[in-house]
Each structure stands twice: as C-alpha cells, then as structure tokens.
C-alpha cells in the first residue's frame, strides 16, 4: 500500500453513497422479464430508452454515417488517424445548432467557444480544474445529482458547500439560502469560487424560474465569482414552464461583453437529450477565452472519437429529422411520466410537480417510521432488498428533509414500470394493513394496561389498610 497514492488509496470517490449502493444491489439481482422476474428494477438510472426507434429508423436511412462513408466514398482512413483535440469544425457547427434549437433558438452559441469532452462527467470535472483551487469551494443548492461528489471533488481537489433548499417551496434557490451558504463556506474558511446548478433539475425534475436565475445572476455578479450552469437536461422539457437557459437571462439583461458574461459557464451532453449516455459525447461553453484555451488542453485526456463526431455531425445536421426528435422523444417522455405520476398516487403517494428530466422527486414521508434520515434509509433498504426496487433515497443528493426519493421512469419499458408500480403498491398496502392491525391491539393493550394499573392501585390501598391496622394493634 506504501507504493500507492493516497489518491488511489483515500476513500473519498463516494462510491459508498447509497446512490451507487443501489446500483451494486441491482447487478447482483437485475430483472427480467423472463429469466428473473423476481429480480430488482433498475428505477435509479437516468436514462432515456423511449426514442432508440426514432434514431435507429435515421441510421437505417442514411447507413454512409454509420459506415465511415461521406458521399459513398470511404473515409475511414481519415476518420482512423490522429486527430486534433480541437474536435470536428462540422460536429461543433452541429452540436451548436443542437441546442440552440432547444431553446427555441432564443439564443446562438458560437462553436469557437465550445470545448468538446468524453461525456458530463468530464466536462464538470474539467471546468472545476479551469476555475477552482484546491479547499475552494462551489455552492450547490439541494437536492443534487449525487455524483457531483465525485466529479466535482474528487481528483479536483475542490469542496461543495450546500444551498439548502426546502419543500416549503418547491424547493427553490432563496437569497436568504444562498446567503447562508456563503456565510457557511467563510465560516469554514473557504473560498467561494461560484456557484453550479443544473437546470433542468437533476433530481427535482423541475426547471428554474427566471427569478432564481436572475437572483443567482445577481449574486455572482455581486460577489465576483463564477456561475456553472450544467444543462444536460434542457431537451427533456415537456411540459409548460418551458425552459430558460441561463444565457437566455444574460442576453435580456443585456450583460453580453460584461465580466459577469465572461463568468458564466455551460456545461452540456447528448446522453440525456439524445440518450446517447454511451457515446460519451459532453461539451464545455464559455465566453472567457481563456476557460475555453485551458479546457480544451485538458480535453485531451478525455476526447470523443472521430467516428462518434462524424456519425452525430451528419445526423444533427439533418434539421428536419432535429426537429422530429424532439418534439416525439418530449412527447414520449410527458406521457411516461404521466403513467409513474398516475401509479405513485394509485399507492397513496405523491410527488414533487415536475416538468421535465427522466425522474420524479418522490414524497415518502408519511412511510417513515420517524422524521429522521436513518427511518429513511430503513425504508430505502426495505424498498431495494424486500420490494426490489431500486430508487435514490434523498440523503444521497443531500437533501435536507428525510422521505424524499428519486424514480426514474425513461430507461424501463412500460410493462416493468407497471409491475413496479404493482410491487410498490402492494408494500403501501401492507404497511398500511399492518398499522391498521395495531391499532385495535394497541386499544387492548391500553385498556388492560389500565386495567392492571387499577388493580395495583386497589391492592396497594388493601396492604396499605392492612398495614395501618397493623400498626394500631402494635
């Protein structure tokens, strides 16, 4: 062990976070549907299978993509050799118009500013290494991805410091939380470097009002620090409030060629907005051209292959099959999340109300035994060991209040989430069967309670009475 680094050594990756408990419980034990329908539904990973037909259907029509062809000449030779880790010119002019096209084109990003990296791991992770020292710290409001913590911390050096939000109201960003996070991060004698969010939510499902956006503009803007914005789920928006991106905010407020534009980053992937998790395709977008020189020497220890650019190049540069996409795959993923919602409530439980993402913020209250976190992890192991379900208890995303879970609902098929839905159903029914079972015994248990509790007292008075008489004769 002498030999090795402490980073290899240290135990600070959070793999032992209940979030990555329950995924090494489901490789164990996963489900299927027909050789192991008992097993564990795998409801904790935010993925999106709903739209795979949709893609498949345009490599089906256009197979030169797939088979290193550009205008049925072979280009695999070019494709094969070294390359630049500046990324394709066409790629980036795609992936670009991509999301701006997301956000109904309210605002254009410059492909001279984008920094391409093996997915949004490595962007966060990249970012942190461009604009944070070690022991200085980001805010992050609660809940959040339980992963940050090792994105963000882990090789970076860098701490996270929360801004506790709470169901009060709907859990948003307040300027009182914000500056209570500060004032926490001094008290630690940290440097607050700025602030990461994810908007759309990961794991509310929600996404941010103007207002919270404005209040963190402010605040950054008044402290001089950085402001994150990490955007992987801005295309899963399917119903009304739409989507703001942060850079929208900054170009109402005129604040283009400001040093709070400078200071604002955008982090964003094609693994959930494509569900492509696989192809490892994420993206750094910055207005600082420094930011963008540094991250992209850093992006050469994680670059996205040649022939993944090349096959996303064509097909993001085909608009009308863009636009297709995702207006069905927000369809699809309104309707799912309907059916999850439609279920919880079918067992007696409810949920944050949401409007995008691949998950639901799941209340779970009223099964605690006790408004504690450890009730809550009693309740999240029953859950995984006894019902076989996977789901993310809010301890692991920092949640400040106990009962609240995260389910996903996209990376399963609508048969597996009914019979989750089935199997959740029937534990509610059995917790709530068996409390109704107690009360009559507890009634009985009082009353002879109070029953021998009389006849103690009567037969204390008796030795009482017997004592003083007693007494008189001595």
């Known amino acids: 062990m002498g030999l090795l680094s402490r980073k290899a050594t240290c135990n600070s990756h959070g793999q032992d976070s209940s979030y990555f408990l329950g995924w090494q419980e489901y490789e164990k034990n996963p489900y299927h549907q027909l050789h192991n329908p008992k097993g564990i539904i795998q409801m904790g990973l935010a993925e999106n299978q709903l739209s795979f037909d949709l893609l498949e259907s ?31 010119p066409a790629f980036k002019k795609a992936l670009v118009d991509f999301m701006a096209e997301i956000r109904g084109n309210k605002v254009t990003f410059d492909p001279n500013h984008i920094v391409l990296t093996a997915g949004a791991t490595s962007a966060n992770e990249t970012i942190m290494f461009c604009l944070a020292e070690q022991r200085d710290a980001f805010l992050l409001p609660t809940p959040y991805y339980p992963g940050f913590d090792r994105d963000l911390k882990w090789r970076t050096g860098a701490e996270i410091v929360p801004i506790h939000c709470t169901s009060s109201n709907g859990f948003q960003i307040t300027a009182s939380a914000i500056e209570e996070a500060y004032r926490q991060a001094q008290k630690q004698k940290l440097r607050v470097n700025g602030i990461l969010i994810t908007n759309p939510s990961n794991p509310l499902g929600t996404t941010m009002t103007r207002a919270e956006l404005d209040l963190l503009i402010n605040f950054i803007a008044d402290k001089e620090i950085h402001l994150i914005s990490d955007e992987i789920y801005s295309g899963t928006v399917f119903s ?81 099959f863009r636009n297709y996409y995702i207006a069905k795959n927000q369809k699809r993923l309104q309707k799912r999340q309907r059916k999850l919602v439609s279920g919880l409530e079918k067992a007696g439980i409810g949920c944050l109300e949401s409007n995008a993402g691949l998950f639901c913020w799941v209340d ?14 009693e ?38 989430l009914k019979l989750a839905m089935q199997r959740l159903k029937s534990f509610v029914n059995s917790i709530t069967s068996s409390n109704n079972k107690s009360q009559p015994q507890l009634k009985n248990l009082r009353k002879e309670s109070h029953r021998i509790e009389k006849w103690i007292n009567r037969l204390s008075h008796s030795f009482q009475s017997f004592h003083d008489r007693e007494q008189d004769k001595i």
């Open 58 to 88: 345009w490599l089906a029509k256009n197979p030169d993509a797939v088979g290193c062809k550009r205008d049925g000449q072979f280009i695999f030779r070019e494709l094969a050799l070294f390359q630049d880790y500046h990324g394709f």
């Open 240 to 320: 009304s409030p739409g989507f703001v991106s942060i850079m929208e905010v900054l170009k109402d407020r005129n604040l283009e060629k400001t040093q709070v534009w400078d200071r604002v980053h955008v982090v964003y992937s094609l693994s959930k907005d494509l569900g492509l998790p696989g192809f490892r395709v994420g993206a750094i977008y910055s207005n600082d051209p420094t930011v963008v020189a540094a991250a992209t020497k850093m992006s050469s220890f994680g670059l996205v292959s040649s022939q993944t650019q090349y096959l996303l190049s064509v097909m993001l540069s085909d608009s009308k």
């Open 364 to 377: 779970m209250r009223h099964l605690l035994i006790s408004n504690t976190f450890k009730a809550e992890m």
């Open 379 to 416: 309740l999240w192991e029953r859950i995984v060991y006894d019902v076989k379900l996977n789901i993310s208890p809010g301890s692991s995303c920092h949640c400040s209040e106990p009962g609240w879970f995260r389910v996903c609902f996209a990376n399963m098929s609508e048969d597996t």
